[in-house]
C-alpha cells in the first residue's frame, strides 16, 4: 500500500478547509491525551449540560479539532459531547515534524482508540458514534470496521459513522473489499464539485464507501455546489444542509429519534442527489 502517497494528498484536501468568519463556540475544555508510554497530544471536548450521546472526530490531514467549532457546537446543541484529538499531522502538533507521513496515519488510531477509552470512562453506556472530515473520514470508517486487511482497527463501541468528503480511491490502499467490512450505519455528505486536483478528479469517488460497503444502511448524499470546504462553512446555505443531514443522522442512529428517520427518509431536496443501500 503507497500510504506515503495517501497523506500527502490528504494534507492538500485538508488545507482546503478554511474557518468560517462567523463567531464559533469555544470547547468546553482542553484535556491532555495519553496515546501511549512514549506520546500525549492534546482533545478539545465541546460537552452538553446533559449528555445523551458522544461523537469521536476525526479531522482532515493538518487541520486540528477548532477548525469545525461551528459544527460541533449543532451537535452539542443536540445533546451530544464531542471529542477531537490533535493528531501529530495537525499543524498545531507541536512535534509535527518527528512523524514520518507513513507514521501519523498509524498514530492516528491510537488517537482514536485513547479517545474512545476516554469516552468510555466518562460517559459509560452512552451511545457513539465516529465521525471525521477528509482523512478523518477514512479513519473513522476504520473504526466502523472498514480496512480490515490492515489490522483490528474496529472499535466495538461504534454504532455509527458519518463522514464529510472522503480521500476517494486511493490505488493500493483503497479497493474493492476496503469497505466490506464496514459493520455500522454510514452517512457520507460531499458536493458535486469536491475534487482536488491531483487527488480527486470525480466527485463521485466520495461515495465509494457507500457504494462497496454491505448494503442495507448506508447512505450518500451529493450537495450541488459543495466542494471540499464543504463542511467549513462555505458557502453558508449548503453547510446549514450539510450539519443538519449530519445531525439528523446522529440522531437517528445513536437517539433512535423518529423525526430523525423520516427526514433521512425523505425525498431528495431540490440540488439534490441521494444513494441509499
Not at 90 to 113: A, N, V
Request: with cysteine.
Amino acid at each position: 500500500m503507497n500510504i506515503s502517497r495517501l497523506i500527502r494528498r490528504a494534507a492538500f484536501c485538508a488545507l482546503l478547509l478554511v474557518p468560517s468568519v462567523a463567531a464559533l463556540a469555544a470547547p468546553s475544555r482542553v484535556e491532555p491525551l495519553q496515546v501511549s508510554a512514549q506520546r500525549s497530544t492534546t482533545m478539545a471536548v465541546w460537552e452538553p449540560a446533559q449528555v445523551r450521546g458522544v461523537v469521536l472526530f476525526s479531522s482532515g490531514h493538518g487541520a486540528w479539532p477548532e477548525r469545525y467549532e461551528r459544527l460541533f457546537q449543532t451537535w452539542v446543541d443536540a445533546g451530544f459531547a464531542v471529542l477531537a484529538p490533535v493528531h501529530v499531522d495537525s499543524m498545531k502538533y507541536p512535534e509535527r515534524d518527528k512523524f514520518t507521513l507513513q507514521q501519523s496515519l498509524g498514530e492516528r488510531f491510537s488517537d482514536m482508540r485513547a479517545t474512545s477509552a476516554y469516552a468510555a470512562a466518562h460517559w459509560p453506556g452512552k451511545p457513539v458514534a465516529a465521525a471525521g472530515h477528509s482523512l478523518g473520514t477514512l479513519i473513522s470508517t476504520a473504526l466502523g470496521g472498514a480496512l480490515a486487511t490492515l489490522g483490528p482497527l474496529r472499535d466495538p463501541s461504534v454504532v455509527a459513522v458519518l463522514g464529510f468528503s472522503s480521500p476517494g480511491k486511493i490505488p493500493g490502499l483503497i479497493g474493492p473489499d476496503s469497505y466490506a467490512s464496514l459493520a455500522v450505519p454510514l452517512l457520507e455528505v460531499t458536493g458535486d464539485k469536491d475534487v482536488v486536483p491531483g487527488f480527486v478528479s470525480n466527485p463521485a469517488d466520495h461515495l465509494y464507501a457507500v457504494e462497496t460497503a454491505p448494503a442495507g444502511d448506508k447512505t450518500g448524499v451529493v450537495l450541488a455546489g459543495g466542494d471540499h470546504n464543504l463542511i467549513g462553512g462555505e458557502p453558508e446555505a449548503l453547510f446549514d444542509r450539510a450539519r443538519q443531514l449530519g445531525t439528523a443522522f446522529l440522531q437517528a442512529e445513536l437517539l433512535d429519534d423518529p423525526q430523525a428517520r423520516a427526514a433521512l427518509a425523505a425525498p431528495a431536496a431540490d440540488g439534490e442527489q441521494w444513494l441509499r443501500r
